[in-house]
């Protein structure tokens, strides 16, 4: 099995140069916390999470310590107000999408066998970007498309089956 069979096609694109609000508002309607994003051309340019959204949604304190040691597990201390993560939601909205994303993240090739993109989604990237050889997007894979894709193979051999008795 190649990504090509697995893969879900791109129904709806994010762009770098749109507001961060754009993606946001997209992760939220589709319950979805890990999205490619591409340039204007359909050229992959990274991930946007929600991982990289908190960091940012988050007291400069807070992640200024966070960047220097990952082991902070509380800050009730600073009695935080829905008002202030909202104000700091808004500035985020504003941004370019394309400040804001994991431009290292791996690709696979729609003819790239399955087994690899399962490696990386077992070591956290949750969803692996099938790209063409121009790094045009065509699709993407996760753990819920290979479920999906497996389901769809089993129920055809299923019925299959049950035509040939």
């Known amino acids: ?12 694109s994010l762009y ?8 946001i508002d997209f992760m939220v309607r589709k ?9 204007r ?3 992959f340019v990274g991930l946007i999470s929600g991982d990289r959204l908190m960091h940012f949604m988050l007291p400069r304190t807070v992640s200024a310590f966070l ?3 990952r082991g902070m597990k509380r800050a009730s201390f600073l009695h935080e ?8 939601l808004d500035v985020l909205r504003d941004r370019p999408i394309g400040d ?7 690709v696979c090739h729609p003819d790239t066998p399955l087994i690899d993109a399962l490696l990386l989604i077992k070591h956290k ?28 193979e089993y129920a055809e051999k299923k019925r299959t089956k049950e035509t040939e008795i």
Do not use: N
């Not at 099995?1 to 709806?12: G, L, R, S, T």
């Open 1 to 12: 099995m190649d990504c090509q069979q697995v893969m879900a096609p791109i129904k709806e």
């Open 16 to 23: 770098a140069d749109d507001p961060a609000g754009t993606a």
């Open 31 to 39: 319950h979805m916390g890990l999205v490619p994003v591409t340039d």
């Open 41 to 43: 051309e359909g050229k």
């Open 67 to 69: 960047g220097i040691k």
């Open 81 to 88: 107000s829905s008002e202030e993560m909202q104000e700091r």
């Open 100 to 106: 804001l994303v994991e431009r290292h993240a791996k």
């Open 125 to 152: 990237q949750y969803v692996v970007p099938v790209v063409d050889h121009d790094r045009t997007l065509v699709g993407a894979i996760s753990f819920f498309s290979v479920l999906y894709a497996l389901r769809e």
